[in-house]
C-alpha cells in the first residue's frame, strides 16, 4: 500500500450497497434505462436522480403525476431480478466484512431488503444481522434516518460510527446523521478512497481502529 494513511476510530461501521459493498452500476443502469423508455422519457434524467435514492422515490421525482406507483415498483424489481448476475462486489469488500465482528457492521440500502440480499449473495459476500432497507425508512437518503436506525439496532451510538457511501444523497445523509462519513469512489468529501481494498481494521477493545490507505 502506498499513499497518505489515515486512521480512525469507531464503535461500528455501516455501509451502503450499490457502489460501496456490490458493483451493480451495469444492472441499475439497464433497468431505468428500460424504465425511461417504458415511459418516454429520457434515460439522462432518470440516471441524474438515481444515486442513493429509493426506487419509490425516483419513479415519483421523474413522474409525479403516475398513478400507479405499485405496479412500476413491482415491474422494477421483475428487471432487476433478470439482470442480477451483473452483479460484482466491490475491490476489498469481501475481505473487510469478513474481519469486522457481526454486531459492529450493518448495511443501509434504498434497496428492499429482498434485494439487497440476493446482491449481496451473487457478490459472495456475507449477510449482515443488520440490514436496513428500503421499506424499513420513512424517507430515503438524504435523510438520515435509515443510518440511525442501523446503528440503534447494533446498540450503538450514531456519532461513534464510520458511514462508507459512494452517492452525494448517501453521504450528506451520512453526515446529518452525526456520523464521520467516508467516500467511496469518486464523491467528493473529506475522506475519500477508491475501494474498500485499502481498509485495514484491527480490534482495540470495544473499538475498531480503522486505516484507510489512499
Known amino acids: 500500500m502506498s499513499g497518505s494513511i489515515t ?20 444492472a441499475i443502469d439497464a433497468v431505468w434505462a428500460s424504465f425511461a423508455r417504458r415511459h418516454g422519457i429520457s434515460p439522462g434524467l432518470v440516471r441524474t436522480v438515481l444515486p442513493g435514492r429509493t426506487a419509490r422515490d425516483i ?5 409525479p403525476d403516475l398513478g400507479d406507483v405499485g ?17 460484482r462486489e466491490i475491490s476489498g469488500a469481501r475481505m473487510l466484512l469478513g474481519v469486522l465482528p457481526a454486531h459492529r457492521w450493518a448495511v443501509v440500502t434504498s434497496a428492499s431488503r429482498a434485494m439487497a440480499r440476493r446482491r449481496l449473495a451473487l457478490a459472495g459476500l456475507p449477510l449482515p444481522q443488520v440490514l436496513v432497507g428500503a421499506e424499513d425508512v420513512r424517507v430515503g437518503k438524504p435523510d438520515p434516518e435509515g443510518f440511525r436506525k442501523a446503528a440503534g439496532l447494533l446498540g450503538l451510538d450514531i456519532e461513534n460510527c464510520l458511514v462508507f457511501e459512494d452517492s452525494v444523497p448517501g453521504l450528506e445523509a451520512a453526515a446529518r446523521s ?37
Open 7 to 26: 486512521t480512525l476510530s469507531a464503535a461500528g461501521l455501516l455501509f451502503d450497497m450499490d457502489g460501496t459493498l456490490v458493483d451493480s452500476a451495469v
Open 59 to 63: 419513479i415519483t421525482t421523474v413522474l
Open 71 to 87: 405496479a412500476e415498483l413491482a415491474w422494477i424489481t421483475a428487471r432487476e431480478e433478470a439482470v442480477a448476475e451483473e452483479i
Open 178 to 214: 452525526g456520523a464521520i462519513p467516508v467516500a467511496v469512489g469518486e464523491a467528493a468529501a473529506v475522506v475519500r478512497i477508491p475501494d474498500l481494498s485499502g481498509v485495514v481494521v484491527r480490534r482495540d477493545g470495544d473499538r475498531l481502529t480503522v486505516e484507510l490507505h489512499r
